[in-house]
Nanobody, 122 residues
Framework: VQLQASGGGLVQAGGSLRLSCTAS????????LGWFRQDPGKEREFVAA???????RYADSVKGRFTISRDDAKNTVYLQTNSLKPDDTAAYYC?????????????????WGQGTQVTVSS
């Protein structure tokens, strides 16, 4: 399975970005999907996850601002990021879990995409 993330960029505080992650080599429809982020020198941090049935889970720091969704017909998972803050600056990674649940632990994910950089200026 290969995951290709895109959609990052430079945005001012309060702005929005829509991140996308498209899979090849496997149909996503029965797997859990997640987004994580990581700043240099820091541990990878859970952002959001979605189960194969559409149940979602969010980190407290992004609740009400970020929305995860999936389009199984396009084999793609999205992360809509609104009201961005400088603290949201990081490389964002998508991941696939064999579990059908929306999991928050990085160790539960088997496949990872390359990061897409989000930089929020104040």
């Amino acid at each position: 399975v290969q995951l290709q993330a895109s959609g990052g960029g430079l945005v001012q505080a309060g702005g929005s970005l829509r991140l996308s992650c498209t899979a090849s080599g496997r149909t996503l429809s029965t797997y859990g999907l997640g987004w994580f982020r990581q700043d240099p020198g820091k541990e990878r941090e859970f952002v959001a996850a979605i189960s194969w049935t559409g149940v979602t889970r969010y980190a407290d720091s992004v609740k009400g601002r970020f929305t995860i969704s999936r389009d199984d017909a396009k084999n793609t998972v999205y992360l809509q990021t609104n009201s961005l803050k400088p603290d949201d600056t990081a490389a964002y990674y998508c991941a696939l879990s064999y579990s059908s649940l929306p999991l928050g632990a990085a160790g539960a994910y088997t496949y990872w995409g390359q990061g897409t950089q989000v930089t929020v200026s104040s």
